[in-house]
Each structure stands twice: as structure tokens, then as C-alpha cells.
């Protein structure tokens, strides 16, 4: 069945979303967008030409689309905080929605959007877009079924020069915790996926550099436990120097019993140990194994917007629905609420806490 689509945001991302993850999705048959949402009217006509809709497809108000358009499902790529909005406007017409993480730019909102959607008995789910990209899935691919045996450590480094106010997108230099919320959704949901359990604690240190043009927090180190005794440790910045591992070009190495696996610049390479033997084992990056990255049709995105269709059909629930994400919302503000206390935070706790206070509120 080919699913209906209303589409908010047709700028910044939004774009990515008009240009490149849509498009593959109408062409085989998969989605037909029926409309098209941004209060900015220049990014709109953008985007209905990328799309190729009619103008009285596109709206400069998603209240108005709302009311004018059928659809089976909507797609959010609009700032965090506007999020909750939006869902409640489809939920009242009964769609279902794919959004952009983080599901919103609080816990009590993501943990009300989780809620309503249940309610309501629609089905939501998150683009958690690098998760899903090539080069990780490769990694991910390496590592599972215990092919370098039990896993010990996972880390990450992300390091981007966006220390110029407006480089990053003008929300993220303005907020709280640009790093965490809007950055480290994605490394720390990586880290929780590669190790193949939750994380069951959290410490993190964050900090502004001066010569970062933002108002909250760009740099932040973490440190994470998961439930299968495996450990994290994550640095990133987005106001680095020289862009060392910039989007998509982020360093994950993986340390197992009988293994090292690496992704750096989207290049995969794994480590073996040597056989039981006299003397100790040396390795050195760009030595090791190159592993060639998994083939398929569709990534990231374009990749989502189908197993979200899937899911739609009656196929399997998908890993990112709404309810699992929490997860990812829960290390995000887990992580921040840990930086304000100076010491690590219980992670399933802090989540379960929110989870309470939301049920005793609806009572
Ligand atoms: N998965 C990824 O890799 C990735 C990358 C970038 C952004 N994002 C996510 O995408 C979302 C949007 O981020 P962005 O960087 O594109 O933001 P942005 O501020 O650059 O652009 C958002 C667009 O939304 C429009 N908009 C704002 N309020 C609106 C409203 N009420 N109704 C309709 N349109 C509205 C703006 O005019 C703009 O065109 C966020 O949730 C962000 O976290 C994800």
C-alpha cells in the first residue's frame, strides 16, 4: 500500500527530507506526499519544487494542513521544541507520525508524547538517522552475535567546528545543552545500540569553551554503564578546532574479548587477538582488516521512511518507536541532569521517575 504523507519542515533539514529522503520513498511506490508545511514561504516553494506539489498542497500554518489535508501519517523535521505541537495536531486527525529526534526538547514532553500516542492507539516513531547509516550498520554488523566475543568498552568521539554563531543552525547556538540534546541523541542511542544493552548509569562533565558563539553547553565527556557490564565513553564538541570527526565522519571503536573494531571517516577496520602464545599483541589504526561497508538500497532516513511503512503494513515494530526512543531522550537528559549534580545518574531510575509522575498527573 502506497501511505499518504503531510510533511512539516521544509527548511534546514527539512530540505534533506524534500531533496533526498522522500523522493526515493514516492518514486518506488512506497509514500505519495500529499502536503507540504513551513512558516518560512521561501523554504515551502523549495520544497514543493523538490517535491513537485501543487500550491494548494503547501501551508504556511500546520493547523490549517491539518484540517485540509488526509493523510495517513505526518512527518515532523521542525525544532525540537515544537514537536509536542504537531503531534497533538495529527493525533486529533488521526495519523499516524514519523519524527525527527529527539522526540522533544524535555523528558516530561517526550514522556507525554510516548503517552498520548498510546492513548490515542497510533503508531509513532523517531529518525534516529546515523543509527541507521551505512558505516554504523557496518560496525554493528561486525560486532553482533558475538563475532569479537563479549563486549567490553564502546567509544565515541565526535568533534565539529561549529563554534561560529548561525553555523550550526541559529536554535542550537540560543538553547540549553546544544551538545547533549541535540548532538549526543545520536552518539550516546549508538554507544547504548552497539553494546547491546541500556544503560543503566551516566556521569557526564559539560562545558563552553570561550571562543564558542552559543549559549549553552558544546563540549561534554561522558562516561556510561550497561546492564550487560559492558562501558562507554563518549567526548564531543561541536565548537573543535579543525573538525577532526565531523557528522558522519565520527570515530566508534569497540573493544571485545577477542577484538577491536574501529569506524573512523566511515572506514571500518577490525583487530583480531592472536591465538594463546608467548609475548604480548601490538596494533596500530590503518593496520588492521578493512572491512567493505554493507550494501543496500536505502539509508538513513529514506531508510526509515520505509520500515515505518512496514510497521504500517503490520510488519514488525520498529526499533526506534516511540516508546523504546525514550531511551534515548532518558541518556540525553540523564546525561545533563548529571552534569548539574557533579555525579553519574541511574538512568532506567531517572526515566521510570518521569514515567510515574506522568501517570499520577493523568489520574
Ligand atoms: N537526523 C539528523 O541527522 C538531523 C539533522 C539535523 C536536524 N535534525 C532534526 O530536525 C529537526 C529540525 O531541525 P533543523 O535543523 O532543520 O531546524 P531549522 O530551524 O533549521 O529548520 C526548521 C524548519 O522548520 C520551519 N518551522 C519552524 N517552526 C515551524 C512551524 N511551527 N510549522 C512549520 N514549520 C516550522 C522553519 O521555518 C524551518 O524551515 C529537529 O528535530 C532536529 O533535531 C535531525
Redesign the pocket.
Known sequence: MTYKVLH?????????WCDTFLPPNVADGTIEVVGL????AK??ETGRNHLGLKPEQCF???AQAFQTIDADFCT?????A??E??VDLALARGMHIL????IADTMEASVRIADKVKAAGRKMAV????RFDQDKSTLRSLISGDALGRINTVSCRFAGDFRVYDSW????HEMVHPML??GA??HLDIMADLAGAPCISIFARSWKPDWAEYKGDTDVIVMMDFENGGHGVYEASCAQATGLND?SSEYFRVEAASGTAILDHREVEVFHRHPPGPGRQTSRQGRGQQVPLLTGRKW??TLLIEEFCQWLDGGPAMATNVDDNLQSVALVFAAIESARLGEPVKVQEYLQSFRNSASIEAR
Open positions: 512539516i519542515g521544509a527548511g534546514g533539514f527539512g530540505e534533506r508545511v513551513d512558516i518560512d523554504a515551502l504556511t500554518s500546520a515532523i523535521v521542525i525544532p525540537p515544537l514537536h505541537g504537531i519524527s525527527e529526534k529527539p529518525t534516529m538517522s546515523h543552525g541559529r536554535f542550537r540534546i541535540e541523541v545520536h557528522w538513513q532516513n
